[in-house]
């Protein structure tokens, strides 16, 4: 059997509770909310969700929560609806480019003005950067919750404390770390973005945001179109979670993440954070003791995610990446991982480095079985052929 180290990318298989409910779903009559009697079943599904999902985060209106295709359209409907003409907006030097490319996009149209707040090598942020980058139109603070490169959890708590001190609104993208690292959104943020693919254990093609009381008011709406409601109006309905929805929902989407958020939050998300933890602890134990082999980030489990970076001294990434599969069947990425900024943050840039992550699937043995294997690979000098 394969050993799956991606989870970063994608959980590769849903649970057998999850499986079951959605297939009786598309067994039976699976039509959209809000434009038939029978669409009340699906209008069920989705407040079944947004109850999962707002108990996951913490928020005591579950109709907060709107769901989206993932974290990239999430992303940019948050961005675009919060900018203003002329506001400074700052995100960090590890930024995923769902994130960093809607910015960069809008301040090379000369909307905003864009800072990085730089992180060290490790990935980590010292919050008294966001104290002296902060201006007087700085209006936006984006961060990501954990790193999808270096695994790095950022002090988003205490960045949010002092961004509202000056009146600047947050996003967090919670897509690393949604599921499985507790973290309270109520008033931590204005909007916390997921994805329903990753540790939630949803399908691909669903997440969404939750929004604070007041991004409901100031986030501009992104889309516009048939919503099932106020039809009569050609505006896009004022109350959400309506204003952030139109067109035919992801129901199927949404039934999926309703039941494995309940599953997460029946086995409690501070059971799989310790779990990983573990996980995480083992594996960066066993790095140290294969001399050729750099890992990247903070090597300190606390203060991580499951994701650990990794360069192979005398190999290319994608080289190591390959060799790994096909001897050992052992399935990681390598490149940059859709963050050229974290590459550069740690130095890795643009050869990109081997990403392990591990989730709920992963077992003690896999993690030594690629540590095996690591170290045949690193035992070996360039040009030479693995064991």
């Not at 960066?284 to 003791?289: D, F, N, R, V």
């Amino acid at each position: 059997m394969p050993v799956y180290a991606n989870y970063a990318a994608t959980s590769p298989a849903l649970s057998r509770t999850v499986v079951k409910e959605l297939c009786e779903y598309l067994g039976g009559t699976h039509l959209n909310a809000g434009r038939n009697f029978e669409g009340l079943e699906a209008g069920a599904i989705a407040l079944r969700a947004r109850k999962a999902i707002a108990g996951l985060f913490g928020l005591a209106d579950p109709l907060r929560v709107a769901f989206t295709s993932g974290a990239t359209q999430a992303l940019n409907m948050a961005i675009n609806g919060l900018v203003v003409e002329g506001c400074h907006v700052l995100a960090t030097s590890v930024e995923h480019n769902a994130a960093a490319r809607p910015l960069e996009a809008l301040r090379k149209n000369g909307v905003i003005e864009l800072d990085w707040l730089q992180c060290a090598a490790d990935g980590s942020l010292d919050a008294g950067t966001l104290r002296k980058a902060l201006k007087k139109n700085t209006r936006l603070l984006v961060m990501s919750h954990a790193s999808n490169v270096l695994g790095t959890i950022l002090p988003v708590t205490e960045c949010f404390n002092i961004a509202r001190e000056h009146g600047v609104f947050t996003v967090l993208d919670a897509a690393q770390t949604a599921g499985v690292l507790p973290f309270a959104a109520g008033d931590s943020c204005d909007v916390l973005v997921f994805a329903g693919h990753k540790g939630l254990g949803g399908l691909a093609g669903s997440g969404g945001l939750v929004l604070g009381e007041a991004a409901c008011r100031e986030t501009r709406q992104w889309m516009s179109g048939g919503t099932g409601s106020v039809s009569h109006s050609l505006d896009m309905p004022g109350f959400m979670p309506d204003r952030f929805e139109p067109g035919t929902q992801n129901t199927i989407g949404m039934l999926g993440l309703a039941v494995s958020v309940e599953e997460i939050l029946r086995a409690g998300v501070e059971k799989v954070r310790e779990r990983e933890r573990g996980l995480t602890a083992r594996f960066l134990s066993g790095l140290t003791a294969i001399k050729g082999v750099r890992p990247c980030g903070t090597l300190d489990p606390d203060r991580c995610v499951s994701v650990v970076s990794l360069v192979v001294e005398g190999r290319g990434a994608g080289e190591v990446s390959r060799l790994l599969f096909e001897k050992d069947g052992i399935i990681t990425r390598s490149g940059l991982h859709c963050s050229p900024l974290a590459h550069r943050t740690c130095g890795t840039f643009p050869d990109g480095t081997v990403r392990f992550s591990f989730g709920r699937g992963t077992t003690e043995k896999e993690i030594d079985t690629a540590l095996d294997a690591l170290s045949r690979q690193a035992r070996h000098p360039p040009g030479g052929q693995p064991l």
